[in-house]
Every structure is written in C-alpha cells, then in structure tokens.
C-alpha cells in the first residue's frame, strides 16, 4: 500500500487531494493512476484508505473508502538531541520516528560543530520535519513527531519544561540500568509515567558542565553498558527501552 501524507488541515478538506511533491510522488515516481489504493496519513492518528478517482498534471482527487482512528501513545516521549555531525541526525529522526517517539529537540551543544542564527535554525527544523513526514510514510505511523529548530543546551533548560521521567544517557560514574527508574516510579505511583523525555550527547558526549546542568535539572543518569556507542546507536537504543517498557 502507497502512503502520503496531508496536514491535518488538508485532510478536513473533502475531496482528500494530494498536491505538489505528494502528487508529484504519485504520479511521477510511482505512476499510479485511476483506480489505485493509497493510504493517506495526516499524523494526528488518522488513517485514511483511499482510491484515486481523478488527476491532472499537479493534483490527484482521491475517493475516500475507509478512515481508520488510532491513538497517540499513552506516554509522550521527547528526544533531547545533540546535534551529530553530517547527516546523521536525519537518520535518528527517521529511527526516533519508527520508535514512536512525539517529539524531537535538536541541542546545539558545546561539542556541537554548528553555529545557526534563528533562520537558519528555522530552516534545518523545517528541514528536519519533513524527514518525519517520510519516515511515517514509509513506516505507516499514525502519529507525527513535531520536530522542532535546533535550540541551546541553556536556551532549553530555561524553559524548565517537566517530564515525569527524564533520563540522560550518561558515561559518568553512577549511572543505574533503565529498569531501576521504570520500577521506582511504578512503585511510587503504581502507574507507569505518563510523560518521558531523553537527553542524547553529541560525539564526545556532553560536558561536565552539561551533564551536571542536565541532572540539576531533575534527569536521572542511564548506563547504556559497558562499550561507548556512537550517538545513533544510543539514542535507537534508548528509545528502544522507552518503547518497550511503556507499551508493555
């Protein structure tokens, strides 16, 4: 089944129609015609099965068949993301977006190798968004993570923003196997947390000085093992774990 993609305030407009680069993918790209099956995705959980009724060179008219209505997650997940070098931050968007993460923070950190002003900063989260857009079409998620313009270390802990259960990979002495925070918290609320977030550093890791900010600011440090992983490794592993231990 082909999937595409319509903003939620396209896909409250009847007839469904695919423009621009999604009619383009369609038409051009796999060149599909009358007829044809799609699934359309408008990220906020619903899922819309669909025929394409009718077309022209920059628009196709779809026949809504189906709307299927799934719900968000029962506990958001935020990724607090360092910055990587290169592209690799796409890739992790992607994977985030597999893994059901609800949002993603790009961390200009001081071993970040990027120095943005705010419409730069506005373009790569433009940017960076639409990589979620194919990731959940090529995936079939039902929810959008809001990826949001890279931000400061400071500039985010300003916001002082509360998660019940923010974790921070962390390399530093004392750092305790996820599980622990899982079942202290379950057995101090006799629920599982209804909001998480996780701070992921860039190559080399956080500082110090960071990591001492990111845990003053209430983050519980997580071991990822014994072997140092790359930053891609570790954040598909953590939010793994997230995964798995709030759907189960």
């Not at 360092?82 to 993460?101: D, R, Y």
């Not at 270390?153 to 002082?160: G, I, Q």
């Not at 000085?209 to 592993?237: C, D, H, K, M, N």
Request: glycine residues 6%; proline residues 6%.
């Amino acid at each position: 089944m082909h999937r595409f993609y319509l903003s939620p305030t396209e896909a409250r407009v009847k007839p469904l129609t695919l423009a621009g680069r999604e009619a383009h993918h369609a038409l051009r790209v796999l060149r599909l015609g009358r007829g044809d099956e799609v699934t359309v995705l408008d990220g906020v959980g619903h899922e819309f099965r669909c025929t394409i009724d009718n077309f022209d060179r920059d628009k196709v008219q779809l026949a809504l068949r189906d709307t299927k209505t799934i719900p968000a997650p029962p506990c958001p997940i935020t990724l607090l993301q360092a910055v990587p070098k290169g592209k690799i931050i796409e890739s992790i968007i992607q994977k985030a977006t597999e893994l059901g993460v609800a949002r993603i923070v790009p961390l200009l950190t001081e071993r970040v190798v990027m120095d943005l002003d705010d419409k730069q900063a506005a373009r790569k989260g433009e940017k960076w968004q639409q990589v979620a857009v194919e990731a959940i079409k090529q995936c079939g998620a039902a929810w959008l993570p809001r990826v949001e313009a890279p931000v400061t270390l400071k500039e985010f802990l300003a916001r002082a923003e509360k998660f019940e259960l923010p974790i921070i990979a962390s390399l530093q002495p004392g750092a305790q196997h996820p599980r622990q925070y899982f079942e202290k918290f379950e057995a101090q609320h006799g629920r599982k947390p209804q909001s998480a977030c996780v701070w992921i550093g860039p190559e080399g890791d956080f500082t110090a000085e960071e990591v001492a900010a990111i845990i003053s600011a209430g983050a519980l440090p997580i071991t990822l093992g014994q072997l140092v992983l790359r930053v891609e490794t570790a954040s598909t592993y953590c939010l793994s774990v997230l995964n798995h231990e709030l759907s189960c």
